[in-house]
């Protein structure tokens, strides 16, 4: 009976042994999960504020007939280019018992032709309906509102970046070249003016532009906005291991964020799988 006793003893020592021995087994064989970093490194961030708009020719003329009578015909046709003077349409001007030549409508400025809306033999009446119009469009502009708390950093030839639906995919450029000196009292914001070179008019009086202003432009520190824990955390690797650090953030440009404090140029900052690691952790760069 005793060396049954014994023997069951031995059993039961011999299974506890067995299972601490595989428990420990197995925290030995659990491998350090694998993360990517990148290297700490100063990329060109900037502040840029977008808002839309609507594309006009930086000259755009209404023509009137100086002279009341019956519209004629169009020298030109609907969108056609005139040169400053270049006779557009005719107006008959006779009035019974009496002959007058035919009164010429000339263009104020060079530009292209449109709204070319009158009918043969319908009484012009000057300062009423135009004519037609005309729109010097080798530059276009846009007038924008900015939100008054950007005042500080406007300045005349800040470069603007333009994005059209007509083209998408091409970006235009152009400059701030003025905005009001006072702040509208109800709506807080400031009027703005940029100009876009159009040399091969392809940009047109009416169009609806996405606008991109580039207000601040500098080289920082920056690190891939994923890599950002909760807005204010990253993880940096060193030694096999994951420590974690507070940063004070900044500027936000596409994809990187720009980093002002907490991790220093040079270091490796994990950019993959830090959402699945813990400050201290063992890891492996992939």
């Known amino acids: ?66 002279i009341p009578g019956k519209f004629l015909s169009y020298d030109i046709s609907e969108g056609q ?5 270049q006779v557009i349409a005719r107006i008959d001007r006779d009035v019974t018992g009496l002959k007058y030549e035919q009164a010429l409508i000339k263009s104020p400025i060079s530009g292209i032709a449109g709204n070319l809306n009158r009918d043969k033999g319908e009484m012009v009446i000057p300062g009423q309906v135009p004519v037609a119009s005309v729109s010097n469009m080798t530059t276009m502009e846009v007038t924008i509102l900015v939100p008054e708390h950007y005042y500080p950093r406007l300045k005349r030839n800040i470069p603007v970046e333009v994005v059209t639906d ?43 532009a996405r606008i991109s202003i580039m207000l601040t432009e500098r080289h ?50 994990i950019v993959v799988g830090q959402k699945y690691i813990q400050d201290g952790m063992e890891v492996q760069i992939r």
Request: one cysteine or more.
């Open 81 to 85: 280019y005139v040169e400053k003077d």
């Open 220 to 269: 920082s520190l920056a690190i891939p906005e994923e890599a950002v824990i909760d807005g204010q955390f990253v993880f940096v690797y060193n030694d096999g291991k994951a420590h974690l650090r507070e940063v004070i953030t900044g500027l936000e440009y596409n994809t990187y964020v720009e980093v002002l404090g907490g991790v220093n140029e040079g270091e490796d900052v």
């Open 1 to 66: 009976m005793k060396r049954n006793i014994i023997y069951f003893t031995l059993l039961i020592a011999a299974a506890l042994i067995a299972g601490g021995c595989k428990k420990g087994g197995m925290t030995q064989q659990q491998v350090a999960p694998f993360v990517s970093v990148q290297k700490m490194e100063k990329r060109l961030v900037r502040e840029v504020y977008k808002t839309t708009g609507t594309l006009k020719g930086i000259q755009d003329v209404a023509v009137y007939s100086k």
């Open 166 to 208: 007509a083209y998408p995919g091409e970006m235009f450029k152009g400059k701030i070249v003025s905005f009001t000196p006072v702040s509208d009292p109800i709506t807080h914001t400031i009027d703005l003016k940029v100009h876009i070179p159009n040399p091969g008019l392809k940009l047109r009086s009416g169009m609806f």
